[in-house]
Nanobody
Framework: QVQVVESGGGLVQAGGSLRLSCAVS????????LGWYRQVPGKQREEVAL???????NYADSVKGRFTISTDNAKNMVYLQMDRVNPEDTAVYYC?????WGQGTQVTVSS
């Protein structure tokens, strides 16, 4: 059974940094694409960063230059480094591995 588990969310001040982690286990198939998404109440879930596994990484315009996705294939981990956060980054962040999703982790940015 595939498990995708996020961690690292919490409260951070505007301008600060936070690193989200995601552990993927149980899959016999490729973990890619690997990505981070976020959702706020009343809005659709949006893609934040996606590693396609083909040497291509995509970022939402709103986070380019501030967020970085990285992977550790040996440990089946994917990370999202969030720098210079702002209140608009407040959301539940979800990790995706291929067709599997985690339960989400809350990130709250205070002004």
């Amino acid at each position: 059974q595939v498990q995708v588990v996020e961690s690292g969310g919490g409260l951070v001040q505007a301008g600060g940094s936070l690193r989200l982690s995601c552990a993927v286990s149980g899959s016999r198939f490729s973990h890619y694409p690997l990505g981070w998404y976020r959702q706020v109440p009343g809005k659709q879930r949006e893609e934040v960063a996606l590693d396609t596994g083909y040497g291509i990484t995509n970022y939402a315009d709103s986070v380019k230059g501030r967020f970085t996705i990285s992977t550790d294939n040996a440990k089946n981990m994917v990370y999202l480094q969030m720098d210079r956060v702002n209140p608009e980054d407040t959301a539940v962040y979800y990790c995706r591995s291929n067709t599997y999703w985690g339960q989400g982790t809350q990130v709250t940015v205070s002004s």
